[in-house]
């Protein structure tokens, strides 16, 4: 058996891929709420980028100096 | 001759027990992020006998994932052995053996070497060693299938804890405490489906 394999076909959409699975579209609409959720971190996250200092550790870094 | 299987699906044989639920959650948003479709033997309808359909599932799928790290024996219940896995491996090799080219099939462990003692036939097959940790099944996945524009593990471990930590609320929701049942299966794709899209607009934090 190969080790890894190089994946060419097309990705599937979500569309394809509800299809295949069968998932009702009222419990789509309950998930959303998740996605939301998720989107909501995301931005936030955004927000505060991961370089940031945060102000305690910068007033720190500063009487140190 | 059979038809085409899709080329973005995959089997995954994996237990359906209690401490396996972390990986199981894992290989769900590993095998979405990597724009795979996962599927799994209870998410299929019907009153065929079970061995049936996870015959039919395996000769639908063009990708195989069997995870062989739960087939110690259980020494708090009953010491019964667990074949399932390794049955179900059997069949899908027996598959690809005569027809090469329309299946692939992978081996997953948490520990090196213990596959040499465990299924001795299966020397000269390199398990992928996952080390029992979420991460481990996702920088695996990655190292099996390898796509374009895939995000990196850092990226698929925020949507993995995600995902893990909302696992009760859609529990909850369905009124089951588990998370193998065919429902709570299809809603954990379709999530790890949508975040996967979702985070792949925007831009990497690290």
Redesign the interface.
């Given at each position: 058996?190969?080790?890894?394999?190089?994946?060419t076909?097309?990705?599937?959409t979500?569309e394809e891929?509800?299809k295949?699975?069968?998932?009702p579209t009222a419990?789509?609409k309950?998930?959303q709420v998740?996605?939301d959720?998720?989107?909501d971190?995301?931005s936030r996250?955004?927000e505060t980028?991961?370089t940031a200092i945060r102000p305690e550790k910068r007033r720190k870094r500063a009487s140190a100096a | 001759m059979p038809p085409l299987p899709d080329p973005n699906s995959v089997f995954l044989n994996v237990p359906y027990d209690k401490e396996f639920i972390g990986l199981y959650v894992a290989y769900i948003v590993g095998l979405c992020q990597l724009n795979l479709v996962p599927h799994l033997a209870s998410e299929i309808p019907g009153g065929d006998r079970r061995l049936d359909k996870i015959f039919k599932l395996i000769r639908s799928c063009r990708y195989s994932i069997h995870d062989l790290s739960r087939v110690e024996v259980d020494v708090t219940t009953a010491t019964v052995p667990r074949f399932n896995m390794p049955l179900e491996l059997g069949m899908t090799i027996t598959w690809q053996t005569l027809h090469p080219s329309r299946h692939s099939w992978f081996v997953l462990e948490s520990e090196p070497y213990r596959l040499q003692r465990s299924a001795s036939d299966l020397n000269g097959t390199d398990p992928n060693i996952h080390n029992g940790y979420a991460e481990g099944v996702l920088r695996e996945l990655c190292n099996i299938f390898r796509r374009s524009g895939v995000p990196s593990v850092p990226r698929m471990t925020e949507v993995y804890r995600f995902v893990h930590g909302n696992l009760d609320a859609i529990l909850y929701r369905h009124g089951t405490t588990n998370p193998y049942d065919r429902s709570v299966f299809v809603e954990l794709c379709w999530l790890s489906k949508t975040l996967a899209d979702l985070i792949r607009m925007t831009k990497p934090a690290i």
């Open positions: 058996m190969p080790k890894s394999v190089y994946i076909a097309r990705r599937p979500l891929m509800e295949s699975l069968r998932i419990r789509k309950e998930l998740l996605v959720k998720f989107k971190q995301l996250r955004e980028p991961a | -």
